[in-house]
Each structure stands twice: as structure tokens, then as C-alpha cells.
């Protein structure tokens, strides 16, 4: 049995217990929609997985690069970048969360943002592994309880850049979502989008006849979770948040 992060590498090396394990699916604006259905939808976990590489390599800044960067006179006086050199690097701290709706008609969201990081016991049946800050190869993971399909009505996958320069495309962001069996679903925030903030990434619905409905969205928004509620009318009430509220 392959691990999960074995799987979302695309590694060869190793067998699968289904024949299309192998296979993926990349969700474009020409192709949007893929559906998860038969056991797929409704047996285990569904992975979401957020990985993405900072322009400037992805690796963790040391205090020390933090120190020069604070007291570098660019900041003082910011310079253009040159074209024939590339752009200056981008550290940039995105957060992948969740807004769900359930059959009963409540919503909620499952975020690092508040400390809101879900169960998968009880509603939401959502849970966020943790919060990665810079990238790194495992990224972040999003856990959602497929026992509990009939609970879901819809869920919103999205991303928001918590901390950092707004540059998704200079990011390098991928959003994976591995069903139990079947193809992985891809879907790439390469985009020009200079002033966005967040990105309403994909729409997960319950289609009913053991189906899940995956759409593509990719709309970025130059606000945060409340401009994303009013795009998709979950109406909830937002108000200000910290990691680890």
C-alpha cells in the first residue's frame, strides 16, 4: 500500500491496489469537472492537498536572512526589478481551508485562521492536518470523513495568502485532491492575478448515487473568507482572526 505523499509525488516505483491510481486528472477552464463516484465516494478519506514553491527555492528562511532583510536599504527605498534578471524572490504563507455547507443547512469553515481545524468524527467531518508556513514538500493537508458523504451538501475549497507579497502565480500553488480509488484531481494557481488575496480553488458537491461533483473555479478575489462567502452565499459572519486563536 503506497502512502499518501508517495501518491501525490507521482512516484512509479510502486504498485497500486487499483489500476487507475496511476492516472490523474488535471481540472482546466476547457475541462472543469471531473466526478468521484461508486465506492470512491463514499469509502475513507478524500485527500485535499495544498504544496506549493516559493520563488526563492522554498527553503525555510533562517533568523539571520530575516535580520538582513529587515535592515536591507531596498526596503527603504524599493527598486524596480530587473527583467533580464528575473524577479526579486517571494516568500509567500498560503492557507488552505474549507468553507462546507451540510444537508441540515448549517456552514461553517475549517481554517488555520482561528484555530478552526475541524473533525472528522463530528461536524464538519473535515479536519486540517496543520499549518505549513513555507512550503515545504508535504505542504497542507485537508482530511474529509467519506463515511459521512450523505452529511455534505457542499464544500469550498480555497486558499488564502495569510502572510507575504500577493503573487499566486509566482507561488507555484497546486491543489491535489486523491480519492480512495481512482485518479488524483489537480488543479494549478498559475494565473496572473497581482492584487488577489485568496482563490476559490474547487467546488465539491454531493450529486446524490454515490457521486461527488468536482468543479474547477480558480476565482481570485482581492479580499478574504467574507468576499469568498458573498461569491458563493454560504452568509456567514465574519469578524477578525489570528493563527491559534
Not at 527583467?83 to 443547512?105: F, I, K
Amino acid at each position: 500500500m503506497v502512502s499518501i505523499w508517495e501518491y501525490l509525488r507521482g512516484d512509479r516505483s510502486y504498485t497500486f491496489d487499483n489500476p487507475g491510481g496511476q492516472h490523474k486528472v488535471t481540472l482546466t477552464k476547457s475541462s472543469p469537472q471531473h466526478a468521484i463516484t461508486g465506492p470512491a465516494a463514499t469509502t475513507g478519506y478524500l485527500y485535499v492537498n495544498l504544496h506549493w514553491t516559493m520563488s526563492s527555492g522554498g527553503a525555510r528562511p533562517s533568523p539571520w536572512d530575516s535580520f538582513r532583510r529587515f535592515f536591507s536599504p531596498r526596503l527603504l527605498r524599493p527598486q524596480e526589478p530587473d527583467s533580464a534578471q528575473g524577479t526579486e524572490p517571494t516568500n509567500v504563507d498560503l492557507d488552505l481551508a474549507c468553507m462546507y455547507e451540510l444537508s441540515d443547512g448549517s456552514t461553517g469553515v475549517v481554517q488555520p485562521l482561528g484555530g478552526l481545524f475541524g473533525d472528522l468524527q463530528s461536524a464538519p467531518y473535515i479536519k486540517l492536518s496543520g499549518d505549513d508556513q513555507y512550503g515545504a514538500p508535504s505542504g497542507e493537508t485537508m482530511y474529509v470523513n467519506l463515511e459521512k458523504k450523505d452529511k455534505f451538501k457542499r464544500l469550498l475549497i480555497f486558499v488564502y495568502i495569510y502572510d507575504g507579497t500577493p503573487a499566486f502565480e509566482q507561488s507555484h500553488a497546486v491543489v491535489t485532491i486523491v480519492p480512495q480509488t481512482g485518479p488524483r484531481i489537480e488543479i494549478k494557481l498559475e494565473e496572473r492575478a497581482r492584487a488577489a488575496r485568496s482563490c476559490a480553488v474547487v467546488l465539491i458537491e454531493n450529486a446524490g448515487d454515490n457521486q461527488l461533483r468536482v468543479r474547477r473555479e480558480v476565482r481570485y478575489v482581492n479580499g478574504f473568507q467574507a468576499d469568498i462567502d458573498r461569491l458563493y452565499g454560504f452568509g456567514m459572519q465574519w469578524q477578525r482572526g489570528y493563527k491559534g486563536d
